[in-house]
């Protein structure tokens, strides 16, 4: 009998009941950040990217093209449910990536509640550290911005296709799985183009070295790494778009730690709790990091957004925005869906772990996991209340 017949009823239930109650507040949220003008009640950047796409016709992401159609159309108000769709859409792929992480060892029910949390936890917040729950943090939990919206849910499925590739690169990468993926990669980055900027390189690393190891053909090899052609056109005509006259945008600059830092004078250590979990797990099993795939994915994913985030800014009025920081922010989902599963097979043998320090540190991560999914729904919860999602003090 397989693990998914053995799970309780109270799984799917519980699984139906909570995706729909978050979609549904999510929804809510959305129609509350429509309405907002100026203070810090129901706070967003949805009516920017709003006036932006049909007061300004400034076209950086396919959520400009949504926004500008709906306009157009005079159903404007549709919006909000079309981005509860995106949250449910980010669920349903974060439960399909832990699914295929832990080689289909987990029921579907069970992934989507362990997604729900994955797309709950916030850093782990201690006063005075940094200006706020969310300023000076890094958070892959992020329900203000519209474009993230539409990256997170397609990069999420972007990566699972390509994993299922890379998988079996030799016997997968046929020409409609290239097709196939090259398209959604295309997508994602025109949805916004962090993606591409903290992915691709992780993608890199890996084809580098599946010519090195000779995995699959030399010629089917490069033909792969082609897939990212189109992508490098969405970004000449974003960049084209958000740095031409009058966008507000004056180049790119590097400047260490200046936006990252912007909101905290502990930035090392407000960068260890954003995603204390991953790496207390990451420190448990640094010895498997080079033989499981997945784990090195993910931290080169991170690693890369991270280092992204720290070197670069904008220059001109948006130099202290943290634009940057949208590719690192995605990849913390990874992280933290990868040491999840982890997690949850080494709690498996928990009670015939002979090693004493070991329990308590499994049972030390459990804690900061409780806390980061804490911080997450009191956030979450102070959001539909109409606090800013800056979040001061």
């Known amino acids: 009998m397989s693990d998914k017949k053995k799970t309780p009823p109270v799984f799917k239930i519980s ?4 995706l729909v109650t978050y979609c549904a507040l999510c929804v809510f949220l959305y129609y509350k950040f429509m309405g907002w003008t100026e203070g810090a009640v129901y706070e967003s950047d949805l009516p920017a990217h709003i006036s ?3 007061d300004d016709g400034l076209i950086y992401s396919l959520i400009s093209f949504i926004i500008i159609g709906l306009s157009k159309a005079g159903t404007l108000e549709l919006l909000p449910i079309l981005l509860g769709l995106f949250a449910a859409l980010s669920v349903f792929f974060t439960a399909e990536l832990l699914i295929e992480v832990s ?3 987990i029921d579907s029910n069970v992934a989507i509640l362990l997604a729900l949390l994955l797309n709950i936890v916030m850093p782990c917040y201690i006063r005075g550290l940094s200006d706020g729950r969310y300023m000076g943090m890094h958070a892959s939990s992020i329900w203000h911005n519209s474009t993230y919206l539409m990256m997170k849910w397609m990069g999420l499925w972007t990566i699972l296709v390509y994993l299922r590739i890379e998988k079996d690169i030799a016997g997968k990468l046929t020409t409609k799985s290239y097709l196939f993926f090259t398209c ?3 997508l994602t980055t025109a949805a916004k183009p962090n993606f591409f900027l903290a992915v691709t390189p992780a993608m890199l690393i890996f084809l580098i070295v599946d010519l090195i190891t000779k995995r699959a053909p030399f010629g089917k090899l490069v033909f792969f790494a082609t897939s990212v052609v189109p992508s490098f056109a969405v970004m000449v005509l974003q960049n084209n778009a958000l740095f031409r006259a009058g966008a507000g945008g004056n180049g790119i600059m590097i400047a260490p730690g200046k936006a990252m830092s912007a909101h905290t ?12 979990f991953p790496l207390m797990m990451l420190l448990l099993h640094i010895k498997e990091i080079f033989k499981n795939r997945y784990l090195l994915f993910a931290w080169l994913c991170a690693g890369t957004g991270y280092m992204e985030y720290f070197l670069f800014s904008e220059k001109g009025s948006r130099n202290m925005d943290a634009n940057f920081s949208w590719g690192y922010a ?3 989902i990874l992280i933290f ?3 999840l599963i982890m997690w949850i097979n080494d709690l498996k043998s928990f009670k015939t772990c002979k090693s004493i320090v070991k329990k308590v540190y499994l049972a030390g991560c ?5 806390y980061h999914t804490w911080c997450g729904l009191l956030f979450f919860v102070r959001l539909c209340m109409g606090v800013s999602y800056m979040m001061w003090g």
């Open 265 to 276: 004078g502990y930035l090392l250590v407000v960068s260890f709790l954003s995603i204390a």
């Open 52 to 54: 932006l796409a049909v």
């Open 184 to 186: 959604i990669l295309t």
């Open 330 to 332: 995605f990849t913390i």
């Open 103 to 105: 080689d289909k060892k």
């Open 15 to 18: 699984a139906a009941v909570l």
């Open 366 to 370: 459990g804690a900061v996991l409780a």
């Open 337 to 339: 869906g990868i040491a």
